[in-house]
C-alpha cells in the first residue's frame, strides 16, 4: 500500500508564476489536508478536502492560494502569483477518520513534501 | 505558550540513552500525536494517545498524557544514532479533530 504521494518533490518559480502542487492520498483514504511549514517551524494547518468538498480552509491564505480535490485524480493545492513569502515546504496528508467507542481518531499519514523556493 | 509546544527545543545525548521530550497545550483536546520529522523530510506519524488514555507504548517508545496539566511526554529509551530528526506532537481540539495543531519541534541529536 503505497503512502501519500506529493509531486514534485522541489518546485522553482519566479515571482509572480504559478505553483501547483499535486497529492494522491493513500488508497482507502477519502480526506486530504494541506498544511505548510516555513523553516524551524511547526506546520500551520491550511484546508482539508473530502471529494469534491472544501470541509475547511480557515489556514489557507484567502487570496492567491486555492484547493481541490477532484472526484478523480490528485488534490491540487495552487499559488497564483507567488512571492518571496510563499516559500516553504508544502505537506498534504490523508486519513480515514475512524470511529470507536467513545469518539474519533484521526491519524494523518503525510507525503514527503513539496519544497517551493520562489526567486 | 503556542498549542503544542515542545521542549526542549533541543536535545542531544549519547547513543544508548533514554531521550524525553515535552509537549504541552492550551486547549482541550480529543487526541494528540507524535510525529518524527528528518531532515528535509516528511513526517513519520509516531503514536496517537486519545484524551482518555494516560500511557501508551509502541516498542521503544513510550507516550503519557496528563490532560489535568495538559501536557504530554515522549519517552525513547536505548536511543540510536538513527532516532536523530525532529520529534512533533500534535494536537486536535475538541469539535475540530481534524485540524491538526503542531508546535516547532524538539531536535534530538543522538551521537554515536
Known amino acids: 500500500n503505497a503512502g501519500v504521494m506529493q509531486n514534485p518533490r522541489h518546485l522553482v518559480r519566479r515571482r509572480g508564476q504559478e505553483a501547483r502542487l499535486r497529492c494522491s492520498p493513500m488508497?482507502?483514504?477519502?480526506?486530504v489536508y494541506w498544511y505548510r511549514q516555513l523553516p524551524e517551524e511547526g506546520l500551520k494547518f491550511m484546508v482539508y478536502?473530502?471529494?469534491?468538498?472544501?470541509?475547511?480552509e480557515s489556514g489557507m491564505p484567502k487570496e492567491r492560494f486555492s484547493a481541490e480535490f477532484p472526484k478523480e485524480g490528485p488534490s491540487i493545492l495552487r499559488i497564483q502569483q507567488v512571492v518571496r513569502g510563499d516559500s516553504a515546504a508544502y505537506f498534504c496528508?490523508?486519513?480515514?477518520?475512524?470511529?470507536?467507542?467513545?469518539?474519533?481518531?484521526?491519524?494523518?499519514?503525510f507525503g514527503p513534501g513539496t519544497r517551493l523556493t520562489v526567486t | 505558550s503556542q498549542q503544542g509546544e515542545e521542549d526542549p527545543q533541543a536535545l542531544s545525548i549519547q547513543e544508548g540513552e533514554n531521550a524525553t521530550m515535552n509537549c504541552s497545550y492550551k486547549?482541550?483536546?480529543?487526541?494528540l500525536q507524535w510525529y518524527r520529522q528528518n531532515s528535509g523530510r516528511g513526517l513519520v506519524h509516531l503514536i496517537l494517545?486519545?484524551?482518555?488514555?494516560r500511557e501508551k507504548h509502541s516498542g521503544r517508545l513510550r507516550v503519557t498524557l496528563d490532560t489535568s496539566k495538559k501536557s504530554s511526554s515522549l519517552l525513547i529509551t536505548a536511543s540510536r544514532a538513527a532516532d536523530t530528526a525532529s520529534y512533533f506532537c500534535?494536537?486536535?481540539?475538541?469539535?475540530?479533530?481534524?485540524?491538526?495543531?503542531f508546535g516547532k519541534g524538539t531536535l534530538l541529536t543522538v551521537n554515536p
Open positions: 496528508a490523508s486519513s480515514p477518520i475512524l470511529s470507536f467507542p467513545g469518539g474519533l481518531t484521526n491519524e494523518q499519514y
Open positions: 488508497k482507502g483514504h477519502s480526506h
Open positions: 478536502l473530502q471529494k469534491e468538498n472544501i470541509i475547511d
Open positions: 486547549t482541550s483536546i480529543n487526541n
Open positions: 494517545i486519545r484524551s482518555n488514555e
Open positions: 500534535a494536537t486536535d481540539a475538541t469539535g475540530s479533530n481534524y485540524k491538526l495543531t
